[in-house]
């Protein structure tokens, strides 16, 4: 029988990645999804009309539509949070609510309906920060230090806890920086391939010497489908991509890609609480369920960039807030004002 997914977040980047692959897969997908700033269903269009494929707008932290929504699933995928560490900065209090209050709501429902599966989509960020040497593994301290990291190792904390308390039957996934086709241009690698075409600043933090670990987006999707098929209940799986890279490095990269000019970075005030490196060890995940990336970063980096400069039309409209006036005419109404850049 065909599996049927609750997605959550699914409009948003990696969540419109991993709903593609699912559907080519062969599994029946429910995209529950609030769309804010950052849900974009153009991301989604050529799909929307899929006979497997059903989207529900609506929050995870209410009840009503999160009960509606996971009627029939076989599954839950949550992908759906505040994603942007500098946004949880200025307003600590939505990430609390979605990520930590929307989490517990749908492993409240999925344990009333005893729901086979709940995969929680988490970062690497709930670790903290590492110097130069060592790498995170899944018995690493806790240690996050933004509200972004801190709410989503809350939520981490609730899975860890339905699945003692009550049986649940969770997976947690923790995935070093994304990359790749869909990413909103507030991030690091769309912003800085973006302000390079339009001949912009280039907006580096601090001294440019943190360090991040970068996964292609469809790398980390396949690797979420495994960890659904394969994945023991109630534990945790770390998924990195094994590309360590300063933020310099990287910026400096991408202008050589784009062929901008050095002349465009610019050094601005560090981040409060920035963390130092990132770095994965993804041992358990390789070893235990024969996870294996497909994309080295120098070649993903590359087509990125060439995806970008072909959707042109796409990240203008994203950064002008002009994908907007779309739910306007669909639904009416707009999603938060937030998406301004
Ligand atoms: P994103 O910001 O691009 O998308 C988030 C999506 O969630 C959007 O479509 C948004 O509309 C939706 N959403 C937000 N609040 C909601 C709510 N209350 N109810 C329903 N939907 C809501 O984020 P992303 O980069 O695709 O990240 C997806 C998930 O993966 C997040 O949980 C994030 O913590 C995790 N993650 C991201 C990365 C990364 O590098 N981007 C790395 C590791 C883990
Ligand atoms: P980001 O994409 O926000 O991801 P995260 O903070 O979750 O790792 O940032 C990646 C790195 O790039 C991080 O060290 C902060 C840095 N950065 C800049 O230097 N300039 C920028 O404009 C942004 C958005 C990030």
């Not at 429910?30 to 991301?43: C, F, K, R």
């Amino acid at each position: 029988m065909t599996q049927k997914l609750l997605v959550t977040g699914g409009a948003g980047f990696i969540g419109a990645n991993f709903i593609r692959l699912a559907l080519q897969e062969g599994r029946a997908v429910v995209n529950l999804d609030a769309l804010t700033y950052a849900g974009n269903l153009e991301n989604l269009e050529d799909v929307a009309k899929h006979p497997d494929y059903t989207f529900i707008k609506g929050d995870i932290a209410e009840r009503e539509v999160v009960t509606q929504a996971m009627e029939g699933a076989d599954a839950v995928v949550n992908f759906a949070a505040e994603s942007h560490v500098d946004r949880s900065i200025d307003n600590p209090d939505i990430f609390l609510r979605t990520n930590v209050m929307g989490t517990q709501v749908l492993l409240d429902e999925a344990r009333h309906r005893k729901l086979g599966r709940f995969l929680q989509v988490s970062t690497d960020e709930v670790y903290g920060s590492l110097g130069e040497t060592g790498k995170f593994r899944e018995d690493s301290a806790l240690a996050p230090n933004s509200p972004y990291s801190a709410s989503k190792t809350g939520a981490d904390l609730l899975v860890r806890a339905y699945h003692k308390t009550y049986g649940l039957a969770t997976l947690t996934t923790r995935c070093s920086n994304n990359y790749g086709p869909l990413q909103f241009p507030e991030k690091l690698i769309p912003l800085m391939v973006t302000n390079a075409v339009e001949g912009k600043e280039l907006p580096v933090y601090g001294d440019g010497k943190n360090v991040r670990d970068w996964i292609h987006v469809e790398d980390h999707c396949r690797a979420l489908l495994l960890v659904l098929d394969k994945g023991r209940d109630g534990e945790i799986y770390n998924i990195g991509g094994a590309a360590e890279w300063q933020n310099i490095d990287l910026v400096r990269a991408i202008i050589r890609i784009v062929g901008a000019s050095e002349e465009q970075i610019r050094f601005v005030k560090d981040r409060p609480g920035h963390d130092r490196r990132y770095a994965i060890d993804s041992s358990k995940i390789e070893d235990e369920l024969g996870f294996q990336r497909t994309y080295d970063f120098e070649t993903g980096l590359a087509q990125t960039v060439a995806w970008y400069r072909e959707h042109q039309t796409w990240w203008e409209q994203v950064k002008s807030g002009a994908y907007r006036d779309y739910y306007a005419k669909m639904y009416g109404e707009r999603p938060d004002a937030g998406g301004d850049l």
